[in-house]
């Protein structure tokens, strides 16, 4: 029996940059999901998150609903990569909620990416399997997204966040301050909008990209250009220990991602300013908008006050209930046995 985990991300600052080659720098955290299985003629994998079971093809043929569809997409792109039709038979336990904001799609695809690669024998560098995770969540669902969260999923470092140039895919890892404490805070709200509106931004980014100057096209611009500076200013920060610094960083990107790229939400906004009004040093909306979550950087012995003053405020303002996550940067996806 072999075991794989890979974990959840939460991004610290660089949103809406990777499908445009610029900077991210987000990190593991240490909730994911595990994988256990053995070597099968067919992929046959059970969740405890999803009922029923997948049962594919080892080249994916065979995929229809669920979690499923991932997992045959990343089977179909490793298929086309070489790998041999080798299956595995296998259950997925996960400590990390789904539709959450913390990139579980991706924490799937690593860990099955991984344990095919490893039931047939096959060789892929990181940012290989990461780039086939992003091709097949494209495949899967459609959505066009760039490659951050396989990325740090694969490459995370506990204590530290994955400084990463999406264009050149160098990167490197930037030590964290002891005893900063991450909070997750999802509204529990996700727009319709959540995977065509995601779609539009990319085609609207592309588009100022490629040299329309209309207004809507000028703010798309500023808020890939301002957050990348922010990007490096917030690693430049933490380089000097200064975490302090990231307040006014994580503000400015959170007004970008509202005002210039309209990803936001009334309730991630609300969220942002509970989490400073409790007494977190920085936050602001985190992963793709239209809903989702927020995270809030905070001395780790404070987060647990921090997390249930904004639940409570969150209830208070709005009716709805939410479980903030209290984490930290955790290592990246590994064969555990
Ligand atoms: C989602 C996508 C990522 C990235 C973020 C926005 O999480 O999966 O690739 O584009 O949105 O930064």
Redesign the pocket.
Same mark, same amino acid.
């Given at each position: 029996m072999a075991r794989y985990h890979a974990p959840g991300r939460v991004?610290l600052i @660089? #949103?809406?940059?990777? !499908?445009a080659g610029g900077l991210?720098l987000p990190a593991a955290i240490d909730r994911g999901l595990t994988l256990d299985c053995v070597p099968a003629d067919r992929i046959r994998l059970r969740s405890s998150a999803a009922p029923g079971e997948v049962d594919l093809g080892p080249d994916g043929a065979g995929a229809v609903e669920g979690f499923g569809r991932y997992v045959g997409a990343l089977a179909a792109e490793l298929a086309d990569l070489g790998r041999a039709p080798c299956g595995i038979d296998g259950r997925i336990a996960a400590d990390l909620p789904a539709g959450a @904001?913390l $990139?579980s799609? $991706?924490a799937l695809l690593v860990a099955v990416g991984l344990a095919l690669c490893d039931a047939a024998g096959m060789e892929l560098a990181p940012l290989a399997l990461a780039a086939a995770c992003?091709r097949a #969540?494209e495949r899967a669902v459609a959505?066009p997204?760039?490659?951050?969260?396989p990325a740090v999923a694969l490459l995370g470092r506990a204590g530290q966040a994955l400084l990463l140039d999406c264009g050149s895919l160098a990167h490197r890892h930037v030590p964290l301050p002891d005893g900063l404490g991450l909070i997750v805070v999802d509204s529990g709200v996700r727009r319709r909008l959540a995977e065509t509106g !995601?779609a539009t931004r990319?085609r609207e980014l592309e588009r100022a990209l490629a040299g329309d100057r209309d207004e809507t096209a000028a703010r798309r611009l500023r808020h890939l250009r301002s957050e990348n500076a922010r990007v490096e200013q917030a690693a430049a920060a933490l380089a000097e220990g200064d975490a302090r610094a990231l307040g006014p960083i994580l503000a400015a990107g959170h007004a970008s991602l509202r005002d210039d790229f309209e990803v936001s939400t009334p309730e991630l906004d609300l969220l942002v300013g509970l989490a400073l009004d409790a007494g977190a040093g920085a936050a602001r909306m985190t992963?793709?908008?239209f809903g989702g979550a927020i995270v809030a950087l905070a001395p780790a012995g404070r987060c647990a006050v921090i997390a249930a003053s904004v639940a409570a405020g969150y209830r208070a303002a709005t009716g709805r209930a939410t479980a903030p996550i209290v984490t930290r940067a955790a290592d990246g996806a590994r064969r555990l046995a």
């Open positions: 991004n @660089g #949103e809406h940059t990777d !499908y991210v @904001g $990139a799609s $991706a992003r #969540e959505v997204c760039g490659i951050m969260d !995601y990319r992963g793709g908008g």
